[in-house]
Structure formats: C-alpha cells, structure tokens
C-alpha cells in the first residue's frame, strides 16, 4: 500500500495538470476575445498610415492619368487644327 500511494499520487498530479491548463484557458479566453475585439475596432497608427499612403498615391495615379489624357486631347487638338 506504501508503494501504490506515492504512485498514485504522481498519477493524479499528472491527470490535474491537464485540467488546471483546461481551467486557464477558459478564464482567460473572455480576455482574449475582448482583446480581439478592440483589436478589430480600433485602427493602429501604422494602419492609419498605410491607408493614408495608399489614399495618396491612388490620388496620384488619378491625376496622372487625368493629366496624360489632357495633354493627349491638346496634341489632337493642336494637330487638327494644324490641317
């Protein structure tokens, strides 16, 4: 009986970890999603950033185009005027 006791014993703190680690993810997961959700409604600084500098360089690319297709309606303008 002696013998069977510490093993026992050893076999019952084995099981127990197992549910102590069950236990702390429980507790812990409502934090966890409230963490995720605050992640997903609130936006970082660097994503601030990143979206303003892609707002910028898609105006860019706008006006550019915008200005290319002026600068080719003048040229046919000036060309047909030219005959």
């Known amino acids: 009986m002696k013998r069977l ?5 050893l076999l019952a703190l084995l099981a127990l970890t197992g549910c102590v680690r069950t236990v ?3 507790v812990t997961a409502p934090v966890r999603v ?3 959700g605050v992640d997903k409604a609130t936006t970082s ?3 601030a ?3 303003y500098g892609r707002k910028m360089r898609k105006e860019e ?8 297709k002026r ?3 003048a040229e ?8």
């Open 34 to 36: 409230a963490g995720w």
């Open 5 to 9: 006791l510490p093993a026992l014993a």
């Open 49 to 51: 950033d990143r979206n």
């Open 24 to 26: 702390g993810s429980i």
């Open 71 to 73: 600068q080719k309606e």
């Open 61 to 68: 690319e706008k006006r550019g185009r915008e200005e290319r």
């Open 76 to 83: 046919k303008q000036r060309r047909d005027s030219e005959h």
């Open 45 to 47: 600084q660097s994503e």
